[in-house]
């Protein structure tokens, strides 16, 4: 079997899931699970993240199939629905829906007769994305405060730079200045600001990525917040090549010895979700010491440095990120951030669970 793994860690979620409570005494935790559980795998991680007070992610396919595998608590639809048919699976399911346009307001006046639906009503505070504009709100906010048929209403936007030095306080100052800012539920914490700004916690945070184990800070490391790594991405060495001074390696020929090296080919690559942009230089994991890798990511395959490493060969276990080798800083080399390797993680690699 090939040697390429990712083991999930169950203990590292739950773990990760308490230092969210420790930061958010007062709030509930809506988990997001979104992308498959930023590629931990979504029943998986709910599994392990079964205490949490509710769950946020994008696909009704997979809210329903939460639901029939009998998790009971709140399940939000983070874009929320695309389509008006799609609300009597909502309400079938007791799903619940953020709204962030007013095509959806409108849409839901033709909710049928009984129905209770939760809505999240989302501002655009400035980031531009998803959000009703402050001016659109309070209209918003009356009409779904008239129809009968919409359940609970909770208070809802996104922070642009809660992990930057711009921070969250120009939003914040957006978001009071609405009515029913006070009274309403309200959520508004990423796992950024869960972690720099206690005043942002509410009534529900939204942490993603902390419970992954991974910080959301640039230059930050999971373990600077006590955060474990949830995944470990692992594999052996298949080969090894001796080079002499002036051998070239890889597709390229992008890296040349300029002494003699050993070189160990290791079983992960670019299809495996490993960044294809990774430098040489990456920091990666050899029979428990770090070294760096060498030459072009291919799809396949990739290299690592063996020189200083006499006693590492064929069948030496490679960590290439998780446990020991912090995702952000192979991220930080390829020139992106740790959320975008563990959610890439391609669907053939072999996923275990700890
Ligand atoms: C993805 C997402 C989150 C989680 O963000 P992290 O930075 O991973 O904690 C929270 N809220 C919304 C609306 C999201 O889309």
Redesign the pocket.
């Known amino acids: 079997m090939r040697p390429l793994v990712a083991t999930i860690d169950s203990a590292a979620l739950k773990h990760n899931l308490a230092i969210v409570r420790r930061h958010a005494p007062r709030s509930r935790v809506?988990a997001?699970i979104?992308a498959n559980a930023?590629g931990h795998g979504l029943m998986r991680a709910a599994a392990a993240l079964s205490e949490a007070d509710g769950f946020?992610l994008l696909e009704l396919e997979d809210a329903v199939r939460l639901r029939e595998a009998g998790f009971r608590q709140r399940i939000v639809l983070?874009e929320g629905f695309f389509d008006p048919g799609e609300l009597p699976v909502l309400l079938k399911h007791g799903l619940a829906t953020?709204v962030h346009n007013m095509e959806q307001v409108a849409a839901l006046d033709a909710l049928p007769d009984g129905a209770k639906l939760d809505v999240l009503l989302?501002v655009n505070s400035g980031m531009n994305r998803?959000g009703l504009a402050p001016s659109e709100y309070p209209h918003a906010l009356e009409r779904l405060q008239r129809n009968t048929r919409v359940g609970g209403i909770t208070l809802?936007t996104?922070f642009a730079n809660?992990?930057e030095a711009r921070g969250v306080a120009w939003q914040i100052e957006r978001m009071q200045r609405l009515p029913g800012y006070d009274s309403l539920p309200r959520t508004l914490?990423?796992?950024?600001a869960?972690l720099r700004y206690p005043e942002t916690h509410g009534d529900w945070v939204?942490?993603?990525?902390?419970?992954y184990g991974c910080s959301?800070f640039p230059e930050g490391a999971g373990g600077d917040d006590g955060l474990k790594p949830a995944m470990t991405l692992e594999s052996s060495i298949i080969a090894v090549q001796e080079l002499k001074p002036g051998d070239a390696l890889g597709y390229g020929s992008s890296f040349r010895a300029e002494r003699g090296m050993r070189v160990g080919v290791v079983a992960c690559g670019y299809a495996d979700g490993y960044p294809r942009h990774a430098p040489t230089g990456t920091p990666v994991m050899v029979a428990g010491r770090m070294t760096r890798t060498l030459g072009r990511v291919s799809m396949d395959m990739l290299c690592a440095d063996l020189t200083a490493m006499q006693k590492a060969g064929v069948g030496s276990r490679v960590i290439l990120w998780g446990e020991g080798v912090p995702v952000e800083r192979v991220a930080e080399a390829a020139g992106t951030v740790g959320?975008q390797l563990l959610s890439a993680l391609a669907p053939r690699v072999r996923i275990v669970e700890r």
């Open positions: 809506l997001v979104k930023y946020a983070l953020v989302k998803l809802m996104h809660a992990d914490a990423n796992s950024a869960i939204r942490p993603g990525i902390m419970l959301p959320y």
